[in-house]
């Protein structure tokens, strides 16, 4: 409707004018006709035919335009279907996209934020995929893509019973990696690197989508999940210092949330992962140096984080159910177990997130901080602080750092010097009824990065 309008308002722009020029052209000559002074005449002349030639040339450019319009609006009508049947094609049996992908235009937004599941040999990602359907609240906004690897037969069967509610591609390199020796038992994390990076490839490059929401096999996700990204997607979009969204939150765990605070919303310097969403943008920069392995952790390093921030919840929403195989079992027992899934439905995309983007954000966070009253860890720990409100507990060394968030229960370990939640150095949480910072000095000159 809205591109109707504009072409009508610019044709009627256009005809107007040239109305306007034809008179002026028609006048000219009568007024050059009365004297009859040749040079007057001479002169006169140059005049006109220069301004025909104007004409000439503007119609020409009114005409061009007129077409580009024309050919916009036809695009505009088939981008959905044929352009993407096309690619369809070009992409064989195997990698085919659900129609509900190929019509991705028709959402009135236009936000359209495809979905990756990460896939491998685990049959449980049934589990994950019945929580995606059960929650999403629009097929043609949320198009869910699965990308499997490892050619797993069984698994293949299970993903390919959602099929079309769900679109499967298949990481088509089946080939060994050359793992250095001494890395032999994490060949894994080889065959996840070069995973992502095909089917990063493949959403951004060959389907051309803006940005994507990267999930595991082994998560459960909040109902709420795509509400969340729908909400803070704007932000991601605007505030060039952010660099993801992140549904998790690595201190989650009862006893360190808020449990009423389901809206509340973080920046943190801490890359967390475990359901994130990323745009175009932040591929075609990655992608060009993407690592052989441990993308997760080398995604963290200072070349590429570039001092920018991902938004975190208080209350995660996402939650893992177990990885078998690649990951840590022990860091889940001891861990990932404890987590809080959130439950209560925060009706993000309808309200003002902009107090997150950073002018805003930054100076609202430092005032918190730093005019909160110091505590030691006893003090807290024994509720012995007359006053309500936030209060900090003040960390000068490494060694404090982890001393004091190993009693409090807060993962004390840090990755290119940050630790997990990290903004600023501050790590923000809740204990006993009140939020708490563990946080440096006021003057502190940024992450260590020999810190670990
Ligand atoms: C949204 O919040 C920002 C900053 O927190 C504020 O400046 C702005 O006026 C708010 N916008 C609306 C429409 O309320
Ligand atoms: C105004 C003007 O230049 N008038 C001229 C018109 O033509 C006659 C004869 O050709 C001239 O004598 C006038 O001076």
Redesign the pocket.
């Given at each position: 409707m809205r591109i109707k309008r504009t072409y009508c308002l610019i044709a009627t722009f256009i005809f107007s004018w040239i109305f306007l020029l034809y008179f002026t052209f028609q006048n000219r000559p009568n007024l050059a006709s009365t004297p009859n002074d040749s040079i007057a005449n001479q002169v006169l002349e140059v005049d006109i035919r220069k301004l025909e030639d104007g004409i000439q040339e503007e119609f020409k450019k009114n005409k061009e335009m007129v077409h580009n319009l024309h050919r916009f609006m036809d695009n505009k009508k088939v981008a959905g279907v044929e352009i993407e049947i096309e690619k369809e094609k070009a992409l064989g049996s195997d990698n085919k996209l659900s129609p509900h992908v190929l019509m991705r235009n028709k959402d009135p937004s236009g936000i359209v934020i495809p979905v990756l599941v990460f896939a491998c040999n685990r049959i449980t990602v049934s589990r994950c995929l019945d929580q995606l359907l059960q929650y999403r609240p629009d097929p043609d906004q949320f198009p869910i893509i699965v990308s499997q690897d490892c050619n797993d037969e069984q698994t293949r069967t299970v993903i390919n019973k959602y099929i079309p509610q769900v679109s499967l591609i298949q990481q088509p390199d089946q080939s060994e990696i050359e793992v250095p020796p001494k890395e032999k038992k994490f060949r894994g994390y080889f065959k996840i690197a070069r995973h992502y990076g095909w089917a990063l490839n493949e959403i951004f490059f060959n389907f051309n989508f803006k940005s994507v929401i990267i999930v595991e096999d082994d998560l459960d996700i909040a109902p709420d999940f795509f509400e969340y990204f729908l909400g803070t997607y704007p932000l991601l979009e605007k505030d060039p210092t952010l660099w993801c969204i992140s549904a998790w939150n690595d201190n989650g765990k009862v006893g360190l949330i808020d449990e009423k605070q389901s809206e509340t919303l973080y920046r943190t310097d801490f890359f967390p992962g475990l359901g994130w969403m990323l745009n175009k943008a932040l591929w075609q920069e990655l992608s060009a140096k993407w690592p052989r392995s441990y993308w997760d952790d080398w995604i963290r390093q200072p070349e590429q984080r570039k001092e920018r921030a991902c938004i975190r919840p208080e209350i995660s929403r996402t939650r893992t159910f177990g990885k078998i195989g690649v990951s840590n079992g022990l860091f889940y027992e001891k861990h990932l177990k404890y987590i809080k899934l959130n439950e209560k439905f925060v009706p993000f995309s309808k309200m003002?997130m902009?107090?997150l983007t950073r002018e805003?954000y930054d100076k609202q966070f430092i005032n918190a901080v730093y005019q909160s009253a110091v505590v030691s860890y006893q003090e807290l720990r024994e509720g012995k602080i007359a006053h309500d409100g936030p209060v900090r507990i003040v960390y000068y060394t490494k060694e404090s750092f982890k001393r004091t968030a190993k009693m409090l229960g807060l993962m004390d370990d840090f990755r290119s010097g940050v630790p997990r939640t990290a903004y600023r150095g501050v790590i923000t949480f809740f204990y006993k009824g009140r939020t708490v910072y563990l946080a440096p000095n006021l003057n502190w000159k940024g992450y260590d990065i020999k810190w670990s």
């Amino acid at each position: 409707m809205r591109i109707k309008r504009t072409y009508c308002l610019i044709a009627t722009f256009i005809f107007s004018w040239i109305f306007l020029l034809y008179f002026t052209f028609q006048n000219r000559p009568n007024l050059a006709s009365t004297p009859n002074d040749s040079i007057a005449n001479q002169v006169l002349e140059v005049d006109i035919r220069k301004l025909e030639d104007g004409i000439q040339e503007e119609f020409k450019k009114n005409k061009e335009m007129v077409h580009n319009l024309h050919r916009f609006m036809d695009n505009k009508k088939v981008a959905g279907v044929e352009i993407e049947i096309e690619k369809e094609k070009a992409l064989g049996s195997d990698n085919k996209l659900s129609p509900h992908v190929l019509m991705r235009n028709k959402d009135p937004s236009g936000i359209v934020i495809p979905v990756l599941v990460f896939a491998c040999n685990r049959i449980t990602v049934s589990r994950c995929l019945d929580q995606l359907l059960q929650y999403r609240p629009d097929p043609d906004q949320f198009p869910i893509i699965v990308s499997q690897d490892c050619n797993d037969e069984q698994t293949r069967t299970v993903i390919n019973k959602y099929i079309p509610q769900v679109s499967l591609i298949q990481q088509p390199d089946q080939s060994e990696i050359e793992v250095p020796p001494k890395e032999k038992k994490f060949r894994g994390y080889f065959k996840i690197a070069r995973h992502y990076g095909w089917a990063l490839n493949e959403i951004f490059f060959n389907f051309n989508f803006k940005s994507v929401i990267i999930v595991e096999d082994d998560l459960d996700i909040a109902p709420d999940f795509f509400e969340y990204f729908l909400g803070t997607y704007p932000l991601l979009e605007k505030d060039p210092t952010l660099w993801c969204i992140s549904a998790w939150n690595d201190n989650g765990k009862v006893g360190l949330i808020d449990e009423k605070q389901s809206e509340t919303l973080y920046r943190t310097d801490f890359f967390p992962g475990l359901g994130w969403m990323l745009n175009k943008a932040l591929w075609q920069e990655l992608s060009a140096k993407w690592p052989r392995s441990y993308w997760d952790d080398w995604i963290r390093q200072p070349e590429q984080r570039k001092e920018r921030a991902c938004i975190r919840p208080e209350i995660s929403r996402t939650r893992t159910f177990g990885k078998i195989g690649v990951s840590n079992g022990l860091f889940y027992e001891k861990h990932l177990k404890y987590i809080k899934l959130n439950e209560k439905f925060v009706p993000f995309s309808k309200m003002n997130m902009s107090y997150l983007t950073r002018e805003v954000y930054d100076k609202q966070f430092i005032n918190a901080v730093y005019q909160s009253a110091v505590v030691s860890y006893q003090e807290l720990r024994e509720g012995k602080i007359a006053h309500d409100g936030p209060v900090r507990i003040v960390y000068y060394t490494k060694e404090s750092f982890k001393r004091t968030a190993k009693m409090l229960g807060l993962m004390d370990d840090f990755r290119s010097g940050v630790p997990r939640t990290a903004y600023r150095g501050v790590i923000t949480f809740f204990y006993k009824g009140r939020t708490v910072y563990l946080a440096p000095n006021l003057n502190w000159k940024g992450y260590d990065i020999k810190w670990s």
